[in-house]
């Protein structure tokens, strides 16, 4: 008889414990965000991310972030993951404007939340928030700071060239397209190129090589519509020794230290700034939890020269979490 008390104490005593255990984990409410990013490979992107894992450990949020590397099917089976594995809301950076419809509509069948930035969706009518920006607005700014540069310096006149990516058409080709309305509002402003620099510092410089050659070397201002283009268009400026100066969309440490050294081609940068994509972490734990969001998260690019740079973005503290 005490053989058997003993042993069902034991046994009670058991089941007492891998009952702790249990309630313990269905009291651990930590919420679990799936992100899938767009790729790595830029240090714009690598800076997005370590923003968001800052947010993350400031609201209490765990995150499992994948990097989808560009490819569409490697972003959906990401979130097919996600979903198997139970988070509570999921993030992507889309990879194509149609094809990642199929992450949201993944999503929406097994009833999680899923929230997109830094990217175009077509249709956005069953995301749960979103991260959206003016890009031809964007452009306009830049266009603005050029006027002023080239009214200040040059006396209102100036030969100007475009470094655009056509693949691009929604982002890239609005921005192009804002810098070019606002930079020829002046009348002694003329867009003499508009080409394709490919994205790339190597096609970049290329491109700028022979824009130089055909107008002998009188080109005032580029827009290169990002860094890696922008950085090869000042090699190709500097090699020929023209007096031409380069604003460009911009995020990069090379660059930022450059900018802010006072460089004497590379002048001025539009600007997204991470921490703005990071806030959607915020967002999402609120709807998570029940509170009232607002679909569209805006955010906008800044436009940094040498003298506004650190007033405008602490950019340091943002790269040292690299």
Known sequence: MKKALSLLLAVLMIAALCAGCASGEKE????????????????????????????????????????????LSKQIQQVEDFISNGVDA?????CDPAGSAACVAAAKEAGIPIFTYDGILDDVTDVTAYTTCD???????????????????????????????????IVCGQR?????????????????????????????????????????????VVFAINYEAGAGAAAAIEAAKADTIVTCVAW???????LDAGD?????????VPSDHAKLIEVAKNYCEGKE??????????VVDHDTLNDKVDWKSIIEMR
Do not use: H
């Open 293 to 302: 969001i607002e679909k569209e998260v805006t955010y906008e690019y800044i």
């Open 252 to 258: 990069s440490k090379e660059g930022l230290e450059k």
């Open 90 to 94: 999921i993030i992507i950076s889309p």
């Open 28 to 71: 651990d409410d930590q919420l679990v965000f799936g992100v899938s990013l767009y790729y790595r490979s830029d240090e714009y992107y690598v800076d997005i991310e370590n923003c968001m894992k800052r947010e993350a450990d400031r609201l209490g949020v765990k995150l499992d972030i994948q990097d989808a590397n560009t490819d």
């Open 135 to 169: 890009f031809y607005a964007d452009g306009v700014k830049t266009g603005e700071w050029a006027a002023n540069y080239i009214q200040e310096n040059l006396g209102g006149k100036a030969k100007v060239a475009i470094l655009d990516y056509p693949p691009s058409p």
């Open 264 to 272: 004497d081609i590379l002048k001025a940068f539009m600007l997204g």
């Open 176 to 220: 192009a397209d804002g810098f070019a309305d606002a930079v020829t509002k002046l009348d002694g402003v003329e867009v003499v190129a508009r080409q394709n620099c490919m994205g790339s510092r190597t096609e970049g410089m290329s491109v700028m090589e022979n824009i130089l050659t055909a107008n002998s070397n009188d080109i005032d």
